[in-house]
């Protein structure tokens, strides 16, 4: 059974720090890995893929993969309050296979 | 960028009718899309691979003769929740990817709220 863990939250960071966001998974062989935005009441939207170890940067957003760790982060930088949301860490295998999502962790950017 | 529409985005139905939801790729084909149930403050759950011209393949604990997948076309799955009841109330959200991308990232359509009184 596939397992994608992260922390429910709430995260609470002021506006204009740091937001960092991790998840770790227990499958192995998982091949790609997915950062997406859930406001509430709305569908999941993605931010950010990776598919190999390191940072990979865009904009505002990091996300690192260490697949001996099994370990996936995403940093946010300079925290908006519309970053407010639930982010939802999700892993995939090999091939045109569902994703398997962690429960979310919520994040609060206070103004 | 790949675009899946979701329709209705909302419904209320009487509990034992039937609700029907679509889910279509706009501008991409997708012989496999996947549909997801989501319960308040939870997260994603998969319920069902639709396969075009094929039967669906359903998770454990999801009941296939309740919620019925079509996948008629390289463009479009319908998911009919049957005899609906109040325990069905949820989001149910479908997602595709382009066929030939692997294991490229979701695309989600916007969700259908059920609500089952």
């Known amino acids: 059974q596939k397992e994608v863990e992260q922390n429910s939250g709430p995260l609470s960071v002021p506006e204009g720090a740091i937001a960092s966001l991790n998840c770790t998974y227990s499958d192995r062989v998982s091949q790609s890995f997915f950062w997406y935005r859930q406001y509430s009441g709305k569908s999941p939207e993605l931010i950010m893929s990776i598919y190999s170890n390191g940072d990979k940067e865009d904009g505002r957003f990091t996300a690192q993969l260490n697949k001996a760790s099994q370990y996936v982060s995403l940093l946010i930088r300079d925290s908006q309050p519309s970053d407010s949301a639930t982010y939802l860490c999700a892993v995939t295998g090999r091939g045109n296979t569902p994703l398997v999502f962690g429960k979310g962790t919520r994040l609060s950017v206070i103004a | 960028g790949a675009v899946v529409s979701q329709h209705p985005s909302r419904v209320i139905c009487k509990s034992g009718t039937s609700v029907k939801i679509e889910c279509r790729s706009l501008d991409f084909q997708a012989t496999t899309m996947f549909w997801y149930r989501q319960f308040p403050k939870q997260s994603l759950m998969l319920m069902a691979t639709s396969n075009e011209g094929s039967k669906a393949t359903y998770e454990q604990g999801v009941e296939k003769d309740k919620f019925l997948i079509n996948h008629a076309s390289l463009t479009l799955s319908t998911l009919t929740v049957t005899s609906a009841h109040p325990e069905d109330s949820s989001f149910y959200i479908c997602?595709?990817?382009?066929?030939?991308?692997?294991?490229?990232?979701?695309?989600f359509g916007n969700g259908t709220r059920l609500t089952v009184t």
């Open positions: 997602s595709a990817r382009d066929q030939g991308q692997g294991n490229s990232p979701l695309h």
